[in-house]
Every structure is written in structure tokens, then in C-alpha cells.
């Protein structure tokens, strides 16, 4: 990186938003010698009660995993806690569908992680620090932007600029460098809201994922590898704000009954916390100069926890189309370069984000023929073990095309690899 006076901090790639997708890409094309800068307003949390799960967790998939372990963070962030889950259970609050899933089936040892954001955010920041090539601008934001044909000019709060080949935008689904280059999302309200929590259940989890999908949505039960539990509980806003309102003692009460004691009575709970749910996606992906990732791109319902495991993958398909150009000494931010990865992310993110929109709405209904197919096809495909070994497969990201950094061998951006 230099420092080229007038024009400022000069570099290839500029990445405002440094939360857990942001690091991925800084991390990924630092890796692979590039000039980075990355933007970002709020240091990550560095210290907390060893014993205290943080409300933010994200069940992780195989391929998350991977490129964790390819950037060199997955070891730390097993220092601190990743929590397996070998199996998943879903039913059906109506009827008597459901369906379970097996890693031992598919000759896994597990389906993914539940981990903590923090925990993944920390290794990553940790990581970035160790790259001569990367500065992290830290807190700062970007309060103004120029694109150009292919670049971008970055004014910073603290009054610094930035010349880089490329910016991309990681700052989440407020994302102000999406808005500010005036692109427009498309989507709605789920009309739901989650409620986030770390529970104590009576009997232990055994790395069971669970999730009782109920007409107002569905309640997840996220183990956590000292028996507690993380929960997601989908919900319409009213009753929201009736759930959060209650005492610990009557909340608890609830959830018991929501979970239909599959766990036994949930003794305690710590605090919770509340997000309103939508569905959202970005117009476009990319500009000249400027290219989206993670929730800045797209939103979706947490119901198959596959937001941030969409986001890496978002961060390692543009890693891939970067290194690739600035190898070929192509511009980084031209469209021609860009919209590479505009083909290989918006399909595949409207896909996934459509599946969970039909999900959501087949299991809100109570039509009752509806509510019998649905149980009936939970049924079939629970007895069916090709379409489960697919389900699995596909809910782990290790089918079809995968990005560079998603491949289990050493790194060879921009190519080969298995
Ligand atoms: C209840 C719930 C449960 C979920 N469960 C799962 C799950 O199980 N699995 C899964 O894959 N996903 C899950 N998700 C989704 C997942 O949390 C998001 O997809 C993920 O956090 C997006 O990461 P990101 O880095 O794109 O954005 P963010 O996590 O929003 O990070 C954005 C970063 O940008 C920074 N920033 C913001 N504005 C600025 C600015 N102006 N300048 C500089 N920096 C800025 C922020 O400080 C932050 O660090 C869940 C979401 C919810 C709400």
C-alpha cells in the first residue's frame, strides 16, 4: 500500500465493512499478495466471560468451514468454541411430519458448527493484523465515494482518501456504500421477528440440531458443545414484543411448550434479543468500480442458517475473479471483470433465497390439504435416502461449482484445485 500524498492511500481492493464477510475477502486476496485496505467503524470484541455464549451465533456449513481453514483461522476459532452438530431434526408443529438427517450417513463426521459471531469476527480480525499488505482502518467510514470506469475514490470520516482498483461493499444490510451508489434492493417483510437466546434444557442436546416449524415460524434449537442451547424463534412482531415482555420464569414456560419438551423443561435462559426478518436483494451486484457482498448483497430468513455461509461464498467467488485479473494485469473494477462475479452469486443467492421464502410460507399455512401434503412429503423424503444425502450434501456447500478458497486443497487462486 503507499501513500501517494494528494491522492492518498493508494491500494487495490478497498473493503468497507469489516464484520465476518468483509474479513473473509481482506483476508482471501491479502493471502494472494494483493493491496488491501478495509474500512471498518467498530473494533471487534476481544474479551468476554469464557463461560458466556454471545446472542449472535451461525450454524457454519462444510464449506465455511474450509475456507476458514484455508485462511488460517479455523484453529483459533476452535480455541475459543465451535460447537458440532452431527444431527438435525425438523417436524412439523401440524401433523406428524418429519425429517432427520445424519452426518454418519453421508460418511461425515458431522453436518457443520454452530459458532459464535464474535468468535469467527475475532479470528479473522486477528488474521487480517498478520498481513503487511493489509491496513485496517479502524473505527473509520467511508462518507463518500466517486466510481469510476475502473476504480473508486474514497473519502473516509477521519478525512483520509483512497485510491483503489476496486471497492467492495461488506458493511451489512444497511449497507451505506450500496445506497450511496444509489443501487436498490427488491424484497419484503417476513412479518416475523427472531427472537435470539443461549437456554439450559433439562436433557442434554447429544449435537442434535433441531427445529419445530410452527404456523407463526419456526423455533431452532442450536446445541452448544457444554449441553446449552441457542435458540432462533421465529415469530410474528406481536408476538415478539409478548415473548421479550415476559419474565424469565414465564418465557421459559413458553418455550418449553413451544418446543414441545423435545429437551425436557428449559430451566434458564439468558438474556435475549430481537431481529425484524426480511427478504432482500440487491438490484445488482456490481458497478463499475464498486461490487457488493454478504447481507449488503442480499438478506434471507434464518430458517436454514445459510446468510453468512451464502456471504463467504459471495467473498470467495470475487476473490477468485480478482486475483484472477490482477494475474492477468486486467482492471479490477471494470465491469467486464466484475460481472464474473455478478453470474456465478446472483443466481445461485436468489435461488437459495427463494427456496427459504417457499419454505417459510408452506409451513405458515394451515390449509389443511397443504398442511397434509407437506407432512406427507417430510415423510417420503425422511424415508428416502438419496434425497437426504442431497439435502445434506447441498445444506453443507460441497455440491456443484465451488470457489477456489471452498476446495479442501492449498489454495491456488484463480484456478486448479480439486
Ligand atoms: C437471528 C439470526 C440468525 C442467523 N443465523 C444464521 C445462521 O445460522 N447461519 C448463517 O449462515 N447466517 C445466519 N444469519 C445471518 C448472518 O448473521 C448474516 O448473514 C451475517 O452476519 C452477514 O455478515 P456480513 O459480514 O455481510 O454483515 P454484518 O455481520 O452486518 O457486518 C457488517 C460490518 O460492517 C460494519 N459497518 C457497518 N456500517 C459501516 C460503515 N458505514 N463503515 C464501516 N463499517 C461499517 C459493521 O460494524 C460490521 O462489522 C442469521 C441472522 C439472524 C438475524
Known sequence: MTDSGRRGLVCDVAISGGGMVGCVLGCALAQQGLQVALVEQKEPQRDWPV??????VSALSRASQVMLENLGVWEAMGRMRVSPYRRMQVWDAVGKGSIQFDASEIGEPDLGHIVENRVTRLALWERLGEFDNL?????????QISLEQDGARLELMSGRTLQAGLLVGAEGALSPVRDMAGITSSGWDYDQHAIVATVWPEIDHEAVARQRFMPAGPLALLPIDDGRCSIVWSTSPDEADRLMGLEDEAFLQELTAASESV???ITKTGPRGVFPLRLRNADRYVMAGLALVGDAAHGIHPLAGQGVNLGFMDAAELADVVVKAHRAGRS???????RRYERARKGAN????GAMDLFKRLFSNRNPPLTRLRNLGLGMADVSGPIKHIIMRRAMGMTGERPTLARRVPWQPGGGGL
Not at 463461560?51 to 449472535?56: K, P
Not at 436468489?350 to 433465497?353: G, N, P
Open 51 to 56: 463461560e458466556e455464549v454471545d446472542l449472535r
Open 135 to 143: 491496513e485496517r482502518l479502524c473505527p473509520d467510514r467511508v462518507v
Open 263 to 265: 429437551l425436557g423443561r
Open 332 to 338: 479490477l473494477g471494470s465491469l467486464a471483470t466484475l
Open 350 to 353: 436468489i435461488a437459495m433465497l
